[in-house]
């Protein structure tokens, strides 16, 4: 069974600029989940879709958003990017265990100059 | 609101020595509790989950972990390290109360070295 699939793997973006991010989650998978990765805030929760509705969302501001297609899969987008945003996006599907573990892709890491 | 606290953040041992790696939660409800490893320029992955079953927990690569309730806690361990293990080690939790809330919380990540 393939895994979660995320692309692009790297990209460089400048400031200002926007980037869409996309994931395929594990066949069968129908929630996807997106986190921001940084040395300085760790890992911290972005946004959740199942069935192609937003079920939770995290502390960003309005220039993150995503989206969920009828086939699960996902992208999310950042609009008028900042340095800060530099960071290693990650993609989850979670599985139908009652625990909902989540299955990760290998990320996008984004630059922003 | 859950939390998790991973107790140092570099944590160096020797190849075949024990591995501890530790961690400690916050919930207000009986959590669900997962270890995740990430290598450099790799995803998550899962290592083992907590999910109320058993309190001692096997996961792969020979990790285990042990749910005390008491001490509010979720230590990884390993009897014998190896070079492969050395990577970054996440605690997480998630509410368990039913609903649709699967975000995770995680700890800070703990990177472990392992000396020849």
């Known amino acids: 069974k393939a895994g979660v699939t995320q692309t692009p793997r790297y990209l460089i973006k400048t400031r200002g600029q926007q980037v869409t991010l996309s994931c395929s989650p594990i066949?069968?998978?129908?929630?996807v989940s997106w986190y921001q990765q940084t040395p300085g805030q760790g890992l911290q929760f972005l946004f959740e879709y199942f069935s192609e509705t937003q079920r939770n969302k995290g502390n960003f501001p309005g220039r993150f958003s995503g989206r969920q297609f009828s086939n699960s899969r996902s992208e999310m987008n950042v609009s008028t990017l900042e340095l800060g945003d530099s960071a290693l996006y990650l993609c989850?599907?979670?599985?139908?265990?009652?625990?909902?573990?989540?299955?990760f892709g290998e990320g996008s890491r984004l630059t922003v100059l | 609101a859950q939390s998790v606290t991973q107790l140092g953040s570099h944590v160096s041992v020797s190849e075949g020595a024990l591995v501890l790696l530790r961690c400690n939660y916050s919930s207000s409800v009986p959590p669900y509790l997962f270890w995740y490893v990430q290598y450099p320029n790799q995803g998550l992955q899962l290592l083992l989950k907590y999910t109320s079953a058993a309190t001692l927990v096997k996961g792969i690569n020979g990790f285990e972990a042990e749910f005390k309730k008491s001490e509010t806690s979720f230590h990884l361990t390993k009897p014998s390290a190896h070079m492969s293990d050395a990577a970054e080690y996440f605690c997480?939790?998630?509410?368990?109360?039913?609903?649709?809330?699967?975000?995770?919380?995680f700890g800070k990540g703990t990177l472990l070295t392992v000396n020849p």
């Open positions: 997480a939790v998630r509410k368990n109360s039913g609903g649709s809330n699967y975000k995770l919380t």
């Open positions: 989850a599907s979670r599985g139908a265990g009652t625990a909902g573990e989540l299955f």
């Open positions: 066949s069968g998978h129908r929630s």
